[in-house]
């Protein structure tokens, strides 16, 4: 076989289709392309790649099966480290964790990690694997751990627990499981099945969810020590939004990103016939650069809207994934960089009429090496639009710093954590969100892996 300097690339719908529709962009490897691309692999003994991965997946173990066409101990040896496999091969940004390490990325283009993650998982949930998920199941060991909250870390967390014995259950506040990966992530780049399917192999293995339950409302985290729990982690996330406090802010049209894509995604606005109320009108201002700011900029559009993402920054520091940068301008989404919004106006009726801005220019580095943003005087402009969506960053839930005494919190309202996940409280350990506030899945998941293993040195010794 010829040396291959090139990733494979992975085919995609139409952009003049899937602008259209909310169904899944990427397509995925075939069994031939996900074998050649394996073979691009290295194969380092030292294994660079595994230190970009917060999971600690061997990356070159799964994929040397790949390369020999056994995708069954692929699966294997990556569900050692990691519950959410075709999650992750979806939605983490690889171009900078474990691809950033490839050696073979060094002089050409990296190994496409996350892709021959996503093939193994998808080969393996195309099967009925329930048989085998429940044969996986051990003997309980009697001590009972609560989960709150069943985002990635939290199911991270609990999969590591169970397999070790441990009677897990998790308690979430909606009436489904998955976090923001259920009301954040749109359709498009993470189907609603594909998290269902992961969540059901945990409850095969013997996970209890317990939905439409709110810690700090429906029961306190003291209730649930008093319930039997031996030990408790939290990982309710970071769905608080975060405004720019500029007039106009509470005009009808403003969303924040977060309020939005739950109406989408978990309300199932994007579905004909839907009851959810949604209106993005004829054009749509999406305010930010990160993933979240593009996935609502891409359901806008496939709303029907014409749709404008400012940035006040430049191309070059949008803080997006790159394949997510490049889909939003294949399907007709603009970009307008250096821009920062002042006020917004409104209409006779109350409406957003429009949006002004003023430009901005990059200073010189400061001590922390980062061009800061810096206004330009006299610069203004108006930009028509009919809504505007503000994705700026999230903080952590509140409710458990309001309702929970004894845990320290940072001033970001982040619970305050060791090494390990544990808080302040003994008995009370903490990841994802909840503590870093807005990160990646594959974050997120590193902490309920190093916390379920703190747990289990506790109990255990």
Known sequence: MAFIAKMNSMPTLDASVRSKNFKEVALGYSANVAIEEAKRCLNCKNKPCVTGCPAN??????????????????????????????????????????????????????????????????????????????AKQVQPNGIKIAIIGSGPSGLSCAGDLVREGFEVSIYEALHLPGGVLSYGIPEFRLPKRIIRKEVDALISQGVKLKTNVVIGKTLDIDDLFEMGYKAIYVSTGAGLPKFMNIPGESLKGVYSANEFLTRVNLMKAYKEGSFTPISTGEKTVVVGGGNVA????????????????????????????????????????????????????????????????????????????????????????????????????????????????????????????????????????????????????????????????????????
């Open 57 to 134: 997946i061997d990356i070159p173990g799964f994929i040397s099966h790949v390369k020999n066409n056994d995708f069954d101990k692929a699966f294997e040896v990556i569900s050692q480290s990691s519950c959410l496999p075709a999650v992750c091969g979806r939605v983490c940004p690889q171009e900078s964790q474990c691809e950033s390490k490839c050696t073979m990325g060094v002089k050409f283009e990296p190994v496409g990690i996350g892709r021959l993650e996503r093939f193994v998982a998808d080969y393996h949930n195309s099967k009925d694997s329930d048989n085998e998920q429940k």
């Open 294 to 461: 593009i996935d609502a900029a891409r359901c806008a559009i496939r709303l029907g809207s014409k749709v404008t993402v400012v940035y006040r920054r430049t191309e070059k520091e949008l803080p997006a994934r790159l394949e997510e940068i490049e889909h939003a301008k294949e399907e007709g989404i603009e970009f307008m960089f250096l821009t920062n919004p002042i006020e917004i106006k409104s209409d006779e009726n109350g409406f957003v009429d429009s949006i002004v801005c003023r430009q901005m220019k990059l200073s010189e580095p400061d001590e922390s090496g980062r061009a800061r943003p810096v206004e330009v005087a006299g610069s203004e402009f108006e930009i028509k639009t009919h809504s505007v969506i503000m994705a700026l960053g999230t903080s952590p839930n509140p409710l458990i710093r309001k309702t929970t005494k004894g845990i320290k919190f940072n001033m970001h309202g982040g619970i305050v954590v060791d090494d390990n996940g544990k808080t302040s409280r003994e008995g009370i350990y903490a990841g994802g969100d909840a503590v870093t506030g807005s990160a990646t899945v594959i974050y997120a998941l590193g902490a309920g892996k190093r916390a379920a293993k703190a747990i289990m040195e506790s109990l255990t010794k």
